[in-house]
């Protein structure tokens, strides 16, 4: 009788193979971060008492498993973060559009098709490859769509710095993306975070029509008018 000896996997070069094949399948940034996000829980649960979700429901109604991917997904131990670019290059008339009462403007992440779809499609596509390479493995793909903190997991996976709007920050695209993430058991190297850059710069804080960012990082979506 034959038998099966496992693979060995080197986790390193799967790392390097799986930040390749996201960009190939048009991501513009892929990070890998761990699963700790302590701190992140604590200013969570801050945001809640205080009732800034308003009626946001869902964010109070999964207790810890926004906070612990573990919990949410057992066996869960690395996230593979995605970054997706949703600025429109041909979009050039926006302040024209924004000045002129008489015409309305679509918010820029709300021009393309269903960022959901496209960004689980192509997660899916990565968790193919990666299946291809190690054979099985638990995973599970997710974009706004799941009591999953994107931004936290972004920001550790190394795709860009918070900024003081609390979105995350690329140098060379600014915030004008969507965040996917792949949930899984593969023990990956990770991704160091990157240091912030918003400096003693306030200008989201102070340009924000209804004031909703009240104090750097902290958002009152209740004032939010894109609820
Ligand atoms: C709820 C939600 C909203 C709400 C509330 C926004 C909010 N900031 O919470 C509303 C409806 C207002 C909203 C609006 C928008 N959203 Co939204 N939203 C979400 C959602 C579902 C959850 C966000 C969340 O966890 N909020 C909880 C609070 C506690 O998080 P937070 O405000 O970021 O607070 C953290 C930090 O401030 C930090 N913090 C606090 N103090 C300090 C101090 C320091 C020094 C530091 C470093 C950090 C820090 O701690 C908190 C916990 O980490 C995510 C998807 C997801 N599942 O993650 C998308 C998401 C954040 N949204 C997204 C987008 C694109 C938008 C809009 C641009 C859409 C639009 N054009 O209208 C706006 C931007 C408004 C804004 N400035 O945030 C993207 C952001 C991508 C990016 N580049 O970061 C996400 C990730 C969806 C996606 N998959 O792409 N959104
Ligand atoms: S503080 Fe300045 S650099 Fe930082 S997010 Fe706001 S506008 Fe951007």
Known sequence: MQIETPQIVDYTALATKIKEWGRELGFQAVGIADINLHDAEERLLD?????FHGEMDYMAKHGVKRSRPAELI????RVISVRMDYYPPTVKDGWKVIEDGSRAFISRYALGRDYHKVLRKRLEKLAQKIRIEVGGFSYRVFTDSAPVMEVELAYKARLGWRGK????LSRDHGSWFFLGELYTDLPLPIDEPESEHCGTCMACIQVCPTQAIIAPY???ARRCISI
């Open 74 to 77: 057992p066996g869960t131990l």
């Open 218 to 220: 902290k958002l009152d």
């Open 47 to 51: 945001w809640l008492a205080r009732d």
């Open 165 to 168: 709007h609390t979105l995350l």
